[in-house]
């Protein structure tokens, strides 16, 4: 895509890389205190070259490229270079730190959802749990939210259909046991996890020499059980759609698409949304009980808002929302509490705000 759009600037990217800086390789990695070895290094600057220089060979593509073609393209493209990349350290195609490294990359996995606009067409492309939710506002101001994803997991009755076409029928009953694939993993589709993908002669040489353990789950019959293919989903933008949420399963654990959008909205407004005001069920309150939790609630919704940026806002009201406004206690509980990931998963979020003059502008468009 970058090539059929903009030639000039993969050529760039592409001597950036040829270059002796390390900073184009070193800027993936989130810390200073965390960065590649040299051997690593080398070896992604090789790969990432070799990249763009087939990238840079491709003819140009006539008329508009097929979106889904492409977005499947790079998942699965990606999935098999980190493959690839762990396959050749194995094999002592790698010096020692180097070949583990890379073998602990695929060791692991990770989730993706990527959204692309192009006008007012949205695609999103998802593999694994996390997902993407479109808040927009009608006429009368209310907010709506429309899921643009779909969790790839156990409770996703099509993917269950899927793995099973994938696989004979002896093995339908041990595929996805205890609401995980071969009883282990929560996702469904996934980069990297190689021990759901390999074969067996490829976990024996490859993870269990390497790790001196069986890598090698129950029922593992017929590889690959899971795949880094992206489901994808096209949405034709009005100037009614605000904004875009994506977010790890972290977040829509703990709120609602519709109760995510109405916070990101109303952020956008200026004003603070709190959860329905309920009586308890298991006790009464008395009419002075119930009068202070309406102050407190007053209180909050007339102090200003003091996260500028949205996402923040989310995570704010997602570990410390009440009723009655933010439990600051609370959240900086769930925030700070050692081994968190014990009472809460990570939580990651990108608001992506959308042009209403814009889409009004082209609204007459196909």
């Excluded at 990432?48 to 087939?54: D, H, N, Q, R, W």
């Excluded at 709506?144 to 156990?154: E, I």
């Excluded at 595929?175 to 993908?197: E, H, M, N, T, Y």
Aim: hydrophobic share 35%.
């Amino acid at each position: 895509m970058l090539y059929h759009y903009r030639p000039s600037a993969l050529e760039d990217a592409l001597d950036k890389l040829q270059s002796e800086d390390d900073f184009v390789v070193c800027r993936f990695y989130p810390t200073k205190r965390d960065p590649p070895n040299k051997e690593t290094m080398a070896l992604y600057r090789k790969h990432l070259v070799k990249y763009a220089e087939e990238l840079t060979q491709m003819p140009p593509i006539g008329g508009t490229p097929n979106i889904e073609e492409v977005f499947k393209a790079a998942f699965l493209r990606l999935d098999a270079d980190l493959t690839k990349e762990a396959l050749l350290g194995a094999s002592g195609g790698l010096d020692e730190a180097t070949a583990r490294e890379r073998v602990e990359a695929v060791v692991s996995g990770s989730c993706s959802l990527v959204a692309y606009v192009t006008g007012r067409d949205l695609f999103v492309s998802s593999c694994g749990d996390a997902e993407a939710v479109l808040g927009s506002q009608d006429e009368d101001g209310v907010w709506h939210a429309t899921p643009l994803s779909h969790k790839h997991d156990s409770f996703n009755e099509k993917e269950g259909e899927r793995l099973k076409k994938a696989h004979p029928e002896a093995e339908h009953h041990s595929i996805v046991r205890g609401g995980r694939l071969l009883g282990s993993l929560v996702p469904l589709r996934a980069f990297g996890d190689v021990q759901f993908k390999w074969t067996l002669e490829q976990i024996r040489e490859n993870l269990n020499k390497t790790y001196n353990r069986n890598f090698v789950l129950p029922n593992y019959y017929t590889p690959p059980y899971l795949t880094a293919e992206p489901q994808i989903i096209r949405q034709r933008l009005t100037h009614r759609d605000k904004f875009l949420i994506i977010a790890t399963d972290g977040l829509w654990e703990i709120l609602s698409h519709n109760k995510a959008v109405t916070l990101v909205g109303k952020h956008m407004e200026g004003v603070h949304a709190l959860d329905q005001f309920k009586l308890p069920t298991d006790h009464r309150l008395t009419l002075k009980e119930v009068n202070s939790i309406l102050e407190k609630r007053k209180a909050a919704m007339a102090t200003p808002i003091i996260d500028t940026n949205p996402a923040t806002y989310l995570i704010r009201h997602a570990l410390g929302g009440t009723e009655q406004g933010i439990d600051h206690h609370k959240l900086s509980a769930l925030l700070t509490i050692p081994h968190a990931r014990v009472h809460r998963d990570d939580i990651t979020i990108t608001v992506i705000r959308f042009d209403s003059d814009y889409l009004r502008n082209r609204s007459s468009e196909n």
